[in-house]
């Protein structure tokens, strides 16, 4: 992934940055457009409920799952897509055969494969032109005119590519080179290669090469994930594992239904969320990951289909 990631981002950084979305936006009013995304995305509220938090999550199985999200009033995107991100693993849960429920095989599989389902959500249908398009119209009915001129400027904001710290906020081209920096420098301490006394200069020193720029606190540096010091070493990688997985199964669903952008461009998810429900949420872990990716595909987990999404994505939305 790193050497085409990193000449994808190369070449984006030097073209012209799209439009950012500005101004205030109603934090009543985004969680109300907020939990119609939610239904939307197919979260039955008759077995959980939209809230807000400081961070985004989803907690529970079966037949009480619950998630956050969180509002800015000057970023509504955040609060938009924090829930789209929540609603995916929600509805993983939400959608096993409920035979399972209260058994071994009633929770989703791995967390590789959980985070496929909410990074389908956010990103391959969320951060697509067809949803986007239905989004720029929901947002015009709840907030008037909020300063963008059409469904192009929206799709465009929303996929914009700009350097940043936190991985947590890094948009989907760079997102996995956060997680390669956490992935070396997690097996290098835990091989003893590196002691912890000498992490930060290690990171900061990975994220200049990575990144071409320096990192200017610990906060937006070593300190800003939780995981390692939680004893969560080997997590990463199930982000990169999920981004990988959401492409390999959606290139799946649209061959498998190809109407599926032309519903959602309506607001629509019937096609897909039945696709979903069927290979990926109702086994629950009847099928382990490996297996449940041969099944579904009918192949291993491959980087293909990933790359060759943020190739055209990007390289449509740059000009490449």
């Known amino acids: 992934l790193r050497p085409e990631l990193s000449a994808l981002r190369a070449a984006v950084l030097e073209a012209e940055a799209p439009t950012m979305v500005s101004g205030g936006f109603d934090e009543g009013a985004q969680m109300k457009l907020t939990r119609k ?8 509220m008759h077995h959980g409920r939209v809230d807000k938090a400081v961070h985004p999550f989803s907690s529970g199985s079966g037949l009480d799952v619950r998630i956050t999200t ?18 995916g693993h929600a509805a993983y849960e939400q959608n096993i ?26 990103n391959q249908i969320g951060r697509s032109r067809a949803f986007t398009g239905w989004l720029y119209r929901e947002m015009r009915d709840t907030f ?34 956060h997680v390669l920096l956490r992935f070396d420098l997690g097996r290098a301490l835990l091989s003893g290669d590196l002691q912890v ?33 939680s004893g969560y070493f080997g997590y990463f990688p199930t982000y990169s594992l999920g981004n990988l ?15 599926i952008p032309d519903q959602i461009k309506k607001g629509e998810f019937k096609l897909l969320l039945n696709w979903m ?9 009847t099928y382990m990951p490996a297996e449940l990716v041969e ?21 449509d939305l740059y000009g490449l």
Not at 245 to 259: H, R
Not at 298 to 312: A, E, N, Q
């Open 245 to 259: 997985l959401a492409a390999q199964f959606y290139s799946q669903a649209l061959a498998d239904e190809p109407g």
């Open 70 to 87: 969180r509002t800015s009033p000057h970023e509504p995107f955040n609060c938009f897509y924090s829930t789209i991100h929540e609603v």
């Open 295 to 315: 099944r579904v595909t009918g192949g291993p987990i491959r980087t293909g289909p990933f790359l060759d999404y943020v190739r055209t994505k990007f390289g």
């Open 144 to 177: 008037g005119d909020f300063g963008i001129a059409d469904e192009d400027t929206v799709y465009a904001s929303v996929n914009r590519v700009s350097d940043g710290y936190i991985r947590t906020a890094a948009d989907e081209l760079q997102y996995n080179l």
């Open 37 to 44: 995304l939610a239904r939307t995305f197919g979260y039955d």
């Open 197 to 229: 006394g000498d992490l930060e200069a290690a990171w900061n020193d990975r994220f200049l090469a990575d990144f071409g720029f320096a990192v200017d606190k610990p906060s937006n540096g070593v300190l800003q994930d939780v995981h390692w010091s």
């Open 97 to 122: 055969n409920r035979d399972y429920l209260l058994t071994p095989l009633g929770r989703g599989v791995s967390m590789g494969v959980h985070e496929s389902q909410s990074r389908i959500y956010e």
């Open 277 to 285: 429900r069927e290979h990926i949420h109702k086994p629950g872990t």
